[in-house]
């Protein structure tokens, strides 16, 4: 069965904008796991600008399978193999970027990736990759011992919301998952993605896996805040 994986990051950057507890991650948590999503998807950003360590902690000691998306360096290595969250998925990471713009360098960084994907691997921590899609970056994917891949979907996306050509992207993405999965690597799907797109790339039957943040904190909050008012209109009636 596909799998749903939610991204909380923005939670916490609401948080964040008062330096208060609310709303509470853990408590996003839990409604997010209630609510049919497979994993829970952190980023520790090397800025903290949103989920802090903390945030980390708290959800892996609660037990819910977090994947922790971190930069490929060795400190958030550590800070993985510390607090043992189920998954681990490698990006890239600019400090001035306001969200990933594209998948990692395998080839400039194929000695350090090895080397963060075997350490945690070896620690039963399950580390994908976060990669453009292609059929080099699934080959050097394989070779570096990676045994998922989450395919960046941020230009896709951005076409399709554009209204503009995105057959060449979608055949590209099928291609790389048809070719994925036939050399035993998972195919996991995420960046940008709402309605529309999620629902053309189901299309592809080798992908097991959505990663969605962004979007659905968006739609949570067009579709939840009548219901909060109404709430308050009862209090102060």
Known sequence: MTKLGINIDHVATVRNARGEGHPSII???????????????????????????????????????INMEMAANIKMMEIAIKNKP???????????????????????????????????????????????????????????????????????????KNNKNFSKEFLKIKRCSKFGTENNIEIHAGHGLDYKTTRLLTKISNISEYNIGHFIIGESIKIGISKVIKNFKKIIK
């Open 27 to 65: 408590e996003i948590a839990k409604i997010v796991k209630d609510s049919g999503a497979d994993s829970i998807t952190v980023h520790l950003r090397e800025d903290r600008r949103h989920i802090k360590d903390q945030d980390l902690k708290n959800l892996c000691n609660k037990k819910y399978l």
């Open 86 to 160: 189920k998954f681990v998925c490698l990006v890239p990471e600019k400090r001035n970027e306001v969200t990933t713009e594209g998948g990692l360098n395998l080839k400039k960084n194929y000695n350090l990736i090895k080397k963060i994907v075997t350490k945690l691997n070896n620690k039963n921590i399950r580390t994908s990759l976060f990669i453009d899609p292609s059929i080099r970056n699934i080959m050097l994917s394989k070779k570096i011992g990676a045994k998922c891949v989450e395919l960046h979907t941020g230009k896709i996306s951005r076409l399709i």
